[in-house]
């Protein structure tokens, strides 16, 4: 086998075979019907592709995103990672369809990848692919998706994998049957009603703020990243704090960066990271109740609670969440920030 394709392991039938056929008896030549399962095994020495999808097409890949109900929006499915050639990749994309309504799916035609079949769209799945005359080790979207809010909650957007559907399920090929072990990174998106006018990206800074030339009124930021402007839930989502978006109807960011709410709320969550361990808590005793976990979804939103504290190095303030919460990064970063504010308001 070539390194990175996958061989299936078949059990013969004893209609393929009536001799030798895989069997169980009672007796000579009392045979019982005997259910088989078939296999498979995949061979590689070598790093796996990996596609994703970007939540927030055009800005590196993004994991999440929040938009307000009814609004529409993209998501890319992306080749991120190529170090085998590939000839094709296929996807099947999984949503939730009480909040999300899908729209369209466009191929972006990558680098050769010409040969698209047509979408094949189910109540809550949508599966494509193209392929290509020759080898590429092209990376970048593949396929959009657009959708748009039908009701208020987060949605996964799940990439399908092989294990889940061995025929439709999220690769890249060399070939036929040459299926290249492919690494697979979802998204989410959140669908809410933002409470803030004319906030595009519903940070509690209107965008009309975000634009201006002064940090310190919550100027010179993006106003299509929610990211940017440091404002954190106080009381923390442990202690019982709300977000836009989780369908409490309350938002507990108070529009402002301060030392004695932001700064200390992060501190309260640094130390964690998604999938990794929880940090020992207000009392410093690690493994009692009061620990603080990424992962905690205390809020009931379907989101890592320690997402809404966490933030990465960004070109101008700060970016999307990294998946850890630091000193060196969020703790510093939420620092920089500290007597910035702004004037939106819930109406």
């Known amino acids: 086998m070539l390194d990175g394709t996958t061989s299936q392991l078949h059990l013969v039938t004893m209609g393929e075979d009536p001799t030798f056929g895989t069997v169980t008896a009672s007796g000579p030549g009392v045979l019982i019907t005997t259910l088989l399962t078939d296999a498979s095994v995949t061979c590689s020495d070598v790093t796996p592709n990996e596609m994703a999808v970007d939540a927030i097409p055009g800005n590196g890949i993004d994991d999440h995103r929040a938009k307000r109900l009814g609004e529409t929006f993209d998501v890319d499915i992306v080749v991120t990672d190529a170090p085998n050639t590939y000839k094709a990749e296929q996807y099947q994309l999984q949503w939730d369809p009480a909040l999300l309504a899908f729209d369209s799916e466009t191929p972006t035609l990558l680098d050769g990848l010409t040969l698209c079949g047509l979408p094949s769209v189910g109540a809550n799945t949508v599966y494509s692919g193209c392929g290509a005359t020759a080898p590429t080790t092209a990376t970048g979207p593949v396929h959009t998706v657009t959708f748009h809010c039908a009701a208020e909650g987060t949605s996964p957007l799940h990439l399908v994998s092989l294990d889940e559907d061995p025929t439709f399920g999220t690769t890249t090929s060399a070939g036929p049957s040459l299926v290249i072990p492919t690494t697979l990174i979802d998204a989410s998106v959140t669908c809410s009603v933002c409470p803030y006018p004319d906030d595009s990206d519903c940070d509690g800074c209107a965008d009309v703020e975000e634009l201006g030339t002064d940090p310190d009124l919550g100027g ?82 379907g989101v890592d609670d320690g997402r809404a504290y966490d933030r990465s190095v960004g070109a101008t303030r700060s970016g999307a969440p990294d998946s850890a919460v630091t000193i060196i990064v969020d703790v510093l970063s939420v620092l920089a920030q500290t007597g910035q504010s702004c004037g939106s308001t819930p109406p």
């Open 220 to 301: 010179t930021r993006d106003p299509f990243n929610g990211w940017d402007f440091y404002d954190v839930p106080v009381p923390t989502l442990f202690s019982g704090g709300h977000i836009s978006g989780d369908g409490s109807g309350t938002d507990d960011r108070d529009h402002a960066i301060t030392i004695i709410d932001d700064l200390l709320a992060v501190l309260e969550y640094s130390g964690t990271s998604d999938g990794g361990l929880c940090n020992s808590g207000p009392d410093g005793i690690p493994g009692n109740a009061d620990d603080r976990c990424y992962d905690q979804d205390v809020n009931s939103d």
